[in-house]
């Protein structure tokens, strides 16, 4: 029989939950099993009901897989609570004008149940000790790590997102094979810009992005060299609009301080580009990368850049 020892509780957490920090009413035994690989007396940690049931479905001689295990089922739970901070601001809340009771009661409640949600899984517990005597327990659970959360793995996080911000899991699939974990941020942002699309039209769109995964690498294959142009100022450069699409004038600037001048280029140089503009949301900063897409497209064609670019002098010859 395991001889379970309470873990030390700091005067600030009395009463809190060491998974997840809401009020605790109940207590975790770990491990449920002896185990030869233990490198720790056995632990009982303050807890409340809920985080109680998810560790029970957890079998594992390492606390921090556990602690794991325990946070991604609360966020599997609160999902759709968590995404409201992804689709809204709290001064967006407030000043939506939502008619109907439902509506009211959602805009008026939104913001705290995210609040309550997203402090629950980001709380990672106190440091370990017993008797005043911290456990040197190393951490070697693994997991993905992804905009500030931590998920089991990568297929985790991609399931969070798609469930908390009702994406469309087709496209959302097809995007994440394509692109790779290394950058799911990207198939986040297409993703989102077409939550109900269809299979057809996400069949295009994912299509259009293997092409240009393949482009991209195609360019760097080339070792293309990028030749800024510093001397251009904004005052110099006008916004082209094409399709009803614009390209400001600021990313026109952007890509020409960048040495960019066509699509193989810009693709390269994507990651940059979102965190520049990263401060006025993904959409906005998708619609800005949209149009100078456009606009570097329309450029390959020399007839098309003499008679309507108004920056055609502006670029090398």
């Not at 109907?100 to 402090?119: L, P, Q």
């Not at 106190?126 to 500030?148: H, K, Q, R, T, Y």
């Not at 990028?226 to 904004?234: A, I, K, N, R």
Request: with cysteine.
């Amino acid at each position: 029989m395991l001889n379970y020892q309470e873990i030390d509780v700091p005067f600030q957490y009395r009463h809190c939950c060491w998974f997840c920090g809401e009020p605790s009413n109940d207590a975790v035994d770990f491990p449920k099993v002896n185990s030869a690989y233990l490198a720790h007396v056995p632990l009982t940690l303050p807890a409340c009901k809920e985080c109680k049931v998810l560790s029970q479905s957890c079998v594992t001689d390492s606390i921090w897989d556990l602690q794991l295990e325990v946070n991604h089922g609360l966020m599997k739970r609160y999902a759709k609570h968590l995404g409201i901070g992804v689709n809204w601001t709290q001064q967006e809340l407030e000043q939506t004008c939502l008619e109907g009771t439902s509506f009211k009661g959602f805009t008026d409640s939104a913001w705290m149940m995210y609040e309550i949600a997203k402090g629950r899984v980001d709380f990672s517990g106190w440091s370990l000790a017993i008797n005043g005597v911290p456990l040197d327990i190393i951490d070697e659970s693994c997991g993905f790590e992804f905009a500030g959360s931590r998920f089991i793995d990568f297929e985790a996080a991609v399931a969070f997102y798609q469930r908390s911000e009702s994406l469309n899991k087709y496209l959302l699939e097809g995007l994440v094979a394509i692109l790779g974990q290394s950058q799911l941020a990207y198939a986040l942002r297409i993703a989102r810009l077409h939550p109900s699309i269809t299979k057809r039209s996400a069949d295009s769109v994912l299509s259009e992005i293997a092409q240009q995964q393949q482009d991209t690498k195609a360019m760097i294959n080339a070792e293309v060299i990028l030749t800024p142009l510093t001397s251009v100022t904004l005052d110099d450069v006008l916004p082209v609009t094409i399709d009803k699409q614009q390209a400001t004038a600021e990313s026109i600037l952007w890509a020409m301080h960048r040495g960019i001048q066509n699509l193989a280029q810009l693709q390269q140089c994507e990651d940059a580009f979102f965190e520049q503009y990263e401060h006025l949301g993904g959409v906005v900063a998708f619609q800005l990368y949209h149009g100078l897409q456009l606009y570097l497209e329309a450029r390959s064609n020399p007839n098309w850049c003499e008679s309507h670019d108004p920056n055609h002098q502006l670029w090398p010859k």
